[in-house]
């Protein structure tokens, strides 16, 4: 049982210099604490609402005044002085006080903020590590293993300049059995990655919003492609040492019924072959939103098609709402869910879509969003839910690196090894 005394909140910015929340929460004991909440761009249709302020001479309309008015006021004054028994109370209050199926009305930025500084507050309290809380407060034990990084290379589509379709192209460094190992072969990769570009675009690349490289690939093929060279350019073994993921965010080039991945425009059933044949040309394990986020018709293809040889992973297609999880399970769509606390508002939401993911067998990878920031409680989400993959951007940017060496730090309390690559169904 903890009484919450104080709600505050403020804007700071995330890694885009965008605004975004920062609150703390006050318990009766005096334990404190404070988080910051990310932002997706390329977000999914069914996301709970993130509110922006709209005053165009402010951030371009993008200030987060409003939702830090929510926090501050009416979530503080409903909740001060108030007693939970458990996370779950607090977010079920929470999702009672909004009212609403999307989190439209008190808001996903200022829900999600109460909900998360309400847990760090609860963890500081009990004098231990979040992760340890995030276990505990979900009555589960810590499985004592921390999630396999999946590691941005290669940045597309709405993270970069738009100039290859997809939108990510990640290293899994499918060997390594510590974050150490995985770390320093991810470094590898990524250095022989930046050498070739180099070399082949005849300029020091620059990075995307998640710090990957972004140079302008011809075609998704390309961007792959040039995965394995960097593999085998930093002396690994494509899809023994080290395999590839792809984040396709294919909602994102759906115009009227019609995919346009680059190339001649393509039906579902052209745009399952299409990333099939990644799948078979390549040491591509995992891939994420293969097609857009309400085709729901053609999903069972997907995964069918790609059936035994990679995670077939739903982002924007089941936006961490246990509504779309259920029904992509009973429908066979997917076999992965992408888990992002901010799509769905509060802790207890996101872990019970964590559950019926993880009953249906499917595997779980935990996700940053685009907008980040220096805050590292994703990695001890992610190790407290036993996450078997984690994606949390490139290792160029310190927003990511807060994640990574969160994890370094857990790994070297623990010593838990990484998880192993799950068993594709
Ligand atoms: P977002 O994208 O955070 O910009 O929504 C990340 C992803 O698609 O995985
Ligand atoms: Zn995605």
Known sequence: ?????????????????????????????????????????????????????????????????KAVGHVAGELRFALAGQSFNSQEDLDRRLIALDGTANKSRLVANAVLAVSLSYARACAAEAGVPLYRHLAAAFGMEVPQRLPRPTINLFSGGKHAGGQVSIQDVLVVPLAARTMDEAMATTYAVFQAAAKQTKDRFGMRTLVADEGGLAPDFDSPEAMIAAGVEAITGAGFTPGVDVALAVDVASSHFFIEGTYHPGGAPVDAEGMVERVASWASAYPVISIEDGLAEDDWAHWPMLRERLQGKTLVLGDDFLTTNPERIRRAIRERCANALLLKVNQIGTLTEAAEANTLARA??????????????????????????????????????????????????????TGWPLAPWPTLT
């Open 360 to 413: 249906a067998g499917w595997a779980v990878t935990v996700s940053a969003r685009s907008g980040e920031t220096e805050d590292d409680w994703l990695a001890d989400l992610a190790v407290a839910w036993g996450g078997d993959q984690i994606k949390i951007g490139s290792i160029t940017r310190s927003e990511r690196l807060a994640k990574y060496n969160r994890l370094l730090e857990i790994e070297a309390e």
């Open 1 to 65: 049982m903890a009484t919450i005394t104080a709600l505050r909140a403020m804007e700071i910015l995330d890694s885009r210099g965008r605004p975004t929340v920062q609150s703390t929460c006050t318990l009766a004991s005096g334990a404190s604490g404070t988080v910051q909440v990310p932002s997706g761009a390329s977000t999914g249709a069914a996301e709970a609402l993130e509110l922006r302020d709209g005053d165009p001479r402010r951030y371009g309309g993008l200030g987060v005044r």
